[in-house]
């Protein structure tokens, strides 16, 4: 390989938005046939609002509201902010929470007012015995179907209502991923969000491989069992649980608009936080080398 074509490789990248860690990389772009996308942050904006609050029979939505709104104030989350800043807009200032616990991939937890409060999946609430009843259940279900998320709340033991929160895909997003098509790739979208969601986001954007439910520390698995089935992996994410995942695989590329550790994490940064960089990377590495033979 010619050193110089390779630098050129690398100047065009800069050009397009695309920062390459090493000439190294270029290398490793041309085997790839399967590109793992993430899918908060990377294929969705990762930006939400709360679009509905259903509260249990017998209780009030601004209880539900102002109960879990206190207690994700203290996450950092996505679902987390679009909670706080929901329930603030309708029942203004939050309290403070105390005993504060981020429960990866699933939830929260923690104290506000005197009561013990959870937010999250229902399996974090099954944790700890507290079961949903029919009319919650259903209105998770719907939610999801639509491909929104539901976040189950609960306080001292029971389960108080669902708190609806949505996620648009980027606008780039559908177009993008038709183009890692054309480059001969088999997208593939993994998330920790429910099935049923999962699902709706890949129908709306052209992907049919969807691994959901996967806790964090899980990404990377998902990552060497495509590689142990002999595929060549492209990675593209974001967050700060992706990261594992982005140094397993044979190409990890970080949204530009994503956390340092992610970005610390991967071979390419895509400035632009929009999925065509993946595309102009991938075709851009292929040309350099076809360039070098
Ligand atoms: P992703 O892989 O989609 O970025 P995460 O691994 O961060 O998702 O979270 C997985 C799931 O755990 C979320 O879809 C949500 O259902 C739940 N969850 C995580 N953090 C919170 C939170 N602060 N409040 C409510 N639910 C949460
Ligand atoms: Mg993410």
Same mark, same amino acid.
Request: glycine share 10%; hydrophobic share 50%; aromatic share 2%.
């Given at each position: ?24 990389v ?5 085997r790839?046939?399967?590109v ?7 294929v969705?904006?990762? #930006?939400?609002?709360?679009v ?16 879990a709104?206190?207690l994700?104030d203290?996450?950092?989350? @996505?679902i ?14 939050l309290?403070?929470v105390?005993d504060f ?6 939830g929260?937890q ?6 013990g409060?959870?937010a999250?999946? @229902?399996?974090?609430?099954?944790? !700890?015995?507290?079961?949903l @009843?029919?009319?919650?259940v ?9 491909g929104?998320?539901?976040v189950?709340v609960? !306080? ?6 669902v ?5 648009a ?22 998330t ?13 954007v ?9 806790? @964090? ?26 990261a ?18 992610a ?5 390419l ?6 999925l065509?960089?993946?595309a102009?990377?991938i075709?851009?590495?292929?040309? #350099?080398l076809? #360039?070098i033979?």
């Amino acid at each position: 390989a010619t050193p110089t074509a390779l630098l050129v490789g690398t100047g065009r990248g800069a050009q397009l938005g695309i920062i390459i860690k090493g000439p190294q990389v270029l290398e490793s772009t041309r085997r790839v046939d399967t590109v793992v996308l993430d899918k908060t942050g990377t294929v969705t904006t990762g #930006t939400m609002t709360l679009v509905e609050v259903v509260a249990a029979d017998g209780e009030s939505e601004d209880d539900v509201l102002r109960l879990a709104g206190a207690l994700e104030d203290a996450s950092e989350h @996505p679902i987390a902010k679009a909670v706080a800043d929901g329930a603030r807009s309708r029942v203004g200032a939050l309290r403070a929470v105390e005993d504060f616990r981020n429960v990866e991939g699933l939830g929260v937890q923690g104290v506000v007012d005197g009561h013990g409060v959870l937010a999250g999946r @229902p399996r974090l609430l099954a944790e !700890w015995s507290v079961a949903l @009843p029919p009319s919650l259940v259903v209105a998770m279900e719907r939610a999801e179907a639509a491909g929104r998320t539901a976040v189950a709340v609960a !306080w001292d033991g029971a389960a108080r209502g669902v708190l609806v929160v949505a996620d648009a895909v980027k606008p780039t997003s559908t177009a993008a991923i038709a183009r890692l098509r054309g480059l001969g790739l088999t997208p593939i979208l993994l998330t920790g969000d429910n099935e049923a969601t999962a699902r709706s986001v890949a129908r709306e954007v052209g992907i049919d491989e969807v691994v959901a439910e996967v806790l @964090p520390a899980d990404k990377v698995d998902v990552v060497k069992r495509l590689q142990s089935e002999g595929r060549v992996v492209a990675m593209v994410g974001d967050g700060v649980n992706d990261a594992a995942a982005l140094a397993q695989a044979d190409l990890g590329l970080a949204m530009g608009t994503g956390t340092d550790v992610a970005i610390e994490a991967s071979d390419l940064t895509l400035v632009r936080g929009d999925l065509n960089a993946a595309a102009d990377a991938i075709r851009l590495a292929r040309r #350099t080398l076809s #360039t070098i033979k």
